[in-house]
């Protein structure tokens, strides 16, 4: 959807500006317009509003919430108050936000914003839109509007401008592994406002895996007093032929969120519109739960929660009682996340084990089965069955599609895309999350960088990615609900490393989900990123700087 000036009486109204191009002609006087992701339209006009000690927002009783939300967001730097009305004296400067069912066209998150020297006015079909032309509004103001004290000695204007703006698809997110290095409740909620900041509206939480269970379950205690600690990290690269043998710190590592600080984030997300994604591996990378129960593994040995990274044999084991202990975990997972979706992982799961249990054979013979990969699609499947009778929906990495993908599940795409292209084709959702454009557990440039897991992906090619496949026709294209970048912590062990490998790389992919197909100019974006990666300096991000002269990482 492209909307024209002929489709909006605000926009003519601002014909008495000239249409610039956007962004670079609309910044090049003290670049005043930077925002990022790229609105799908803007036309720049004259004067600005400038926010007083006056100001006030005014809202109607359905957008109060996110006239609050504006208010606090604005008064730390600015140092006013910013009451929030249901209307203003006559006189007064305001800002109007209100929702507006005529704007169903711009979508649940789209929204209108309309700057003057007079007023401001916020108009969106949902909440959501109203919160993202907050963000906006944001981008518009000095830089300084992003410190958290008073700063004197600022002129608080916004320049003039009309937005209409909406996203072109509706997941737009990143994944954030708690499970490698755990990381401190504090720094998920800055991970998730630097997420709403760009627009991004989905966080994949990866909450469990073989060196670590992350999230308290009450049934099952010993899931987080076993398997959230281990006793030392590997150091190093797990393949380093420099070295005779694996050489560990000694340091014993680990932690968990309990089900109250959980709550306590999703709630905190859900304010900012970004919807948690919890991540329950299953059946493989099981090895921190094995540690703690051990029937549940295939061989009966007491494990310890695993020390290097890779890919471990250690899987779930098949039996009922084992499906069922899981549904309970799943369970209590779904009184703490009311998101749709709910990730199985389903991923790097090994067979070794089954093929040599006599339980696991017994199961295939008893169900049916031609093989150990459809024992895994029925494992899967019964855990799609368990969530879609709780009104969920089940989604897993690509490798659920091995054994005969469920009926309702979801498939996230990384071994490339074609798992992608499988999956919409045969009717089902998909979100691209592919190695080769969104995996930011990669190097950023070629040389002097702090170690990472191995191969390349600078900032230009995740920029230029589509995540629409060329190979999918247009009927199975709307199944492609969006992308996300993937940060795996094996070797970020603090979060200013975490900020190092995302930043700027994920605002390249908020950008990458929002801007209309065939808007985007890198050239154009680096003129915006500039900007805001002075405020992410503000705010205190550790993200990889621009190489001078060659357009960026």
Not at 11 to 36: D, G, H, T, W, Y
Not at 109 to 137: C, D, H, M, N, W
Not at 366 to 389: A, P
């Amino acid at each position: 959807m492209r909307l024209s000036l002929k489709d909006s009486p605000t926009l003519q109204l601002f014909l008495i500006a000239p249409l610039l191009s956007f962004p670079r002609a609309a910044m090049a006087e003290n670049k005043p317009v930077s925002i990022l992701p790229k609105p799908v339209q803007l036309v720049l006009g004259a004067g600005t509003f400038r926010l007083t000690p006056n100001t006030v927002i005014t809202a109607d009783r359905d957008s109060v919430s996110e006239a609050r939300f504006l208010s606090r967001r604005l008064s730390p730097a600015t140092g006013f108050p910013f009451d929030v009305r249901t209307a203003a004296s006559t006189g007064t400067p305001a800002i109007d936000m209100r929702l507006d069912g005529s704007l169903t066209k711009l979508g649940e998150e789209g929204y209108r914003l309309t700057v003057a020297p007079k007023g401001t006015s916020i108009r969106a079909a949902k909440t959501a839109g109203l919160f993202y032309a907050g963000q906006s509004l944001v981008q518009l103001l000095p830089l300084e509007i992003f410190r958290e004290a008073k700063v004197s000695n600022v002129e608080w204007t916004i320049p003039s401008v009309q937005i209409e703006d909406y996203p072109r698809f509706r997941w737009r997110g990143a994944l954030l592994d708690v499970g490698r290095h755990f990381m401190p409740k504090e720094f998920v909620k800055k991970f998730i406002d630097l997420l709403a900041l760009q627009k991004m509206n989905s966080f994949h939480w990866h909450l469990t895996d073989d060196q670590g269970w992350r999230i308290e379950i009450k049934k099952y205690p010993k899931l987080t007093q076993v398997g959230a600690w281990r006793k030392e990290t590997l150091v190093g690269l797990l393949e380093d032929k420099s070295q005779k043998e694996l050489r560990f710190d000694g340091t014993p590592h680990g932690g968990f969120y309990t089900q109250d600080d959980a709550r306590e984030i999703v709630e905190y997300a859900r304010v900012r519109h970004v919807n948690v994604v919890p991540e329950i591996e299953m059946p493989g990378h099981a090895q921190a739960a094995i540690a703690a129960y051990p029937e549940l593994g295939n061989t009966g040995q007491q494990l310890e929660v695993a020390t290097k990274w890779g890919v471990f044999e250690n899987i779930f084991n098949p039996k009922e009682s084992t499906i069922l202990f899981l549904q309970d975990v799943l369970a209590e997972v779904l009184e703490i996340f009311p998101s749709k979706f709910i990730h199985t992982g389903g991923d790097e799961a090994p067979k070794t084990q089954w093929k040599s249990s006599a339980e696991a054979q017994a199961r295939i013979k008893e169900l049916g089965l031609n093989n150990e990969e459809e024992l895994q699609g029925y494992f899967t499947r019964r855990m799609d069955e368990f969530l879609t009778s709780k009104g969920r929906r089940l989604i897993g990495w690509d490798e659920i599609l091995e054994g005969g993908l469920a009926p309702n599940a979801t498939v996230m795409s990384w071994r490339g895309e074609k798992g992608g292209i499988s999956a919409a084709q045969a009717g089902h959702d998909v979100v691209m999350a592919p190695t080769d454009y969104t995996y930011f557990d990669y190097y950023q440039a070629k040389d002097k960088e702090p170690l990472a897991i191995g191969n390349y992906l600078p900032l230009e090619v995740v920029y230029n990615y589509e995540p629409v496949p060329k190979e999918l026709p247009a009927s199975s294209a709307a199944h492609v609900l969006g992308s996300q970048g993937q940060l795996w912590t094996e070797y970020m062990p603090t979060p200013k490393q975490v900020e190092y490998m995302g930043w700027p790389r994920l605002a390249a992919l908020a950008e990458v989900t929002w801007a209309p197909k065939g808007e985007k100019n890198y050239t154009e974006f680096l003129d915006r990123l500039t900007t805001h990666l002075q405020r992410l300096t503000i705010l205190d991000v550790n993200y990889r700087p621009l190489d001078q002269g060659k357009g960026g990482p």
